[in-house]
């Protein structure tokens, strides 16, 4: 029953995320969503190629039977994305987007969790990766809030296209 259901959150998860970004790839849509005009160009496109290259990494390798622990990865990918997304929508204001932005995140994040005995059967890594790779998501980490932060948000009003 919990690997039915993992799989039809998979799906949910995939599909959400790739029509999400491709537009952002395609540079096509992208007008009906806020805020998106003010990112430059390169960072909507690498947040596009992020929200389709996951959705892959999360149902291919289970289905084709290799590599199936690149899917965990995945998802806390899409989580991460997902809860930065929802830092943009605090500092414009959109509660309801925030709310909406951060379920995704959860339900990635418990998509990870489900899947993390997979992470049994990846290449072994040396523990000694891990402090180095802990101490880089941790500066990634405080970079983003400082620069949250810092950047004061402008009122809903004005970040719709008029």
């Keep these: ?8 959150t998979q799906l949910v998860l995939a599909l959400f995320f790739l029509f ?9 849509g992208i007008d009906r969503w806020t805020g998106f005009a ?17 959705p ?11 590599a199936e622990w690149t899917t965990p990865l995945a998802a806390v990918g899409l989580a ?3 809860l930065m997304a929802s830092g943009f929508h605090v500092r414009a204001g959109e509660w309801l987007t925030t709310l909406e932005t951060a379920l995704w995140a959860a ?8 899947r993390w005995d997979l992470l ?11 402090v180095p790779a802990v101490g880089v998501l941790v500066v990634a980490l ?12 402008r009122p809903a009003e004005s970040l719709t296209p008029r």
Excluded: C, H, Q, Y
């Design 1 to 8: 029953m919990l690997d039915t259901t993992l799989w039809a």
């Design 20 to 28: 999400a970004g491709l537009p952002k790839i395609l540079g096509r």
């Design 38 to 54: 003010d990112l430059p160009r390169p960072l909507t496109l690498l947040i596009g190629i992020a929200e389709v290259a996951a």
């Design 56 to 66: 892959i990494a999360l149902v291919a390798p289970m289905l084709l039977g290799v």
């Design 80 to 82: 991460v994305v997902s």
């Design 107 to 114: 339900l990635a994040g418990t998509v990870a969790v489900g």
């Design 120 to 130: 049994a059967t990846g290449p072994s890594l040396a523990p000694d990766l891990l």
């Design 142 to 153: 405080v970079v983003n809030l400082v620069a949250i932060f810092r950047t004061p948000a």
